[in-house]
């Protein structure tokens, strides 16, 4: 029997939706409007797209968007000044950086400069430390979203076998860090990974992020696996267009797997859904009150 299809979108919808009854309810008790300031540096469509969409959520969801846009030509300590402002800003409760930057601003000095408690794509040292030693932490969106959806589909991950292929800072690492904190028995796997066939074969839960059209082939899968595909690839197609597709051959993958995200719909609505989520928590621990997302 084919796999079953995880929805995102249906799942992105509803944690929206659960994110607007919050804060709905804690501007009715505490007049707290959660604001979520957004930077962008520089004119980068595809970055421009992100951020109209995160601006456009943060409102539909009842909360408060900040629009910093900057110049391509920004210096570092023109930004660090930016990121010192909404630091200190009361009515700030989520700082988010739009990456990548230009080449003359260090990353991870702006990151180390966002109030990790404002700190909503989660990427700041702080907050990757608290997550790695299982203290309560800001985790990054798109990690937190694949967790969702795995969880949509089996609620107790204990003892699973879980390969995560991809070791990056923003997804890979984070994703694994939280199904070790679901006590899987977790493998991350990298380009320098031996028969990366072989490793994805034993995985109960299969992360794919390595940003490979196609790589993870059907017979790279273990019957009944649940197959999250996080990667996001651009290829042309015949008529000169492009399409979406992720680093899964979805057709082949879907019949092996018990369950699996499509690209698009899987785990892309879930990121910014996320954000929502991250902000409204930053905003409501600022303040010592509680949220049940
Ligand atoms: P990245 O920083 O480029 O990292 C890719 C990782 O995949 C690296 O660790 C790399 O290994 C590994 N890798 C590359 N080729 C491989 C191969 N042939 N075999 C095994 N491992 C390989 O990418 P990222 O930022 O993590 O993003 C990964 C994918 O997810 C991209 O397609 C991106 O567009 C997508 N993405 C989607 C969302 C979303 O849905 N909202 C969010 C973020 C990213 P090495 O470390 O050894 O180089």
């Not at 980068?44 to 846009?69: E, I, N, W």
């Amino acid at each position: 029997m084919p796999a079953r299809i995880i929805d995102g979108k249906a799942a992105a919808a509803e944690l929206r939706r659960r994110v607007a009854m919050e804060v709905a309810r804690l501007g009715q008790d505490h007049g707290l409007a959660p604001g979520l300031a957004v930077v962008l540096v520089g004119a980068d469509a595809a970055s421009q797209v992100y951020v109209r969409h995160k601006a456009r959520q943060t409102v539909a969801a009842g909360m408060r968007s900040f629009a910093h846009q900057l110049a391509a030509d920004t210096s570092e300590a023109e930004l660090l000044a930016l990121i010192a402002r909404l630091n200190a800003d009361a009515s700030v409760d989520g700082i988010l950086v739009q990456l990548p930057l230009p080449k003359q601003i260090e990353a991870a000095k702006v990151i180390s400069a966002i109030a990790p408690a404002k700190d909503v794509d989660g990427f700041h040292p702080i907050n990757v430390g608290r997550l790695a030693i299982g203290q309560e932490a800001l985790v990054p969106c798109t990690p937190l979203g694949v967790m969702l959806l795995v969880k949509g589909v089996r609620a107790d991950l204990a003892g699973l076998e879980a390969v995560v292929i991809g070791r990056s800072n923003i997804v890979g690492k984070p994703v694994a860090q939280l199904l070790l904190a679901a006590s899987c028995t977790v493998t991350i796997a990298h380009s320098r990974t031996h028969d990366l066939p072989a490793v994805a074969r034993r995985a109960d839960i299969l992360v794919a992020a390595a940003g490979k059209p196609d790589m993870v082939r059907g017979d790279w899968i273990k019957p009944g696996a649940i197959v999250i595909d996080v990667g996001i690839n651009r290829v042309p197609t015949p008529d000169g267009k492009a399409r979406l597709v992720g680093d899964v051959a979805f057709a082949e993958a879907r019949e092996v797997a018990s369950a699996i995200t499509p690209v698009p719909g899987g785990v892309g609505p879930m990121t910014i859904a996320c954000l929502l989520c991250n902000t409204i928590k930053a905003a409501a621990s600022a303040r010592d009150l509680a949220v049940s997302i």
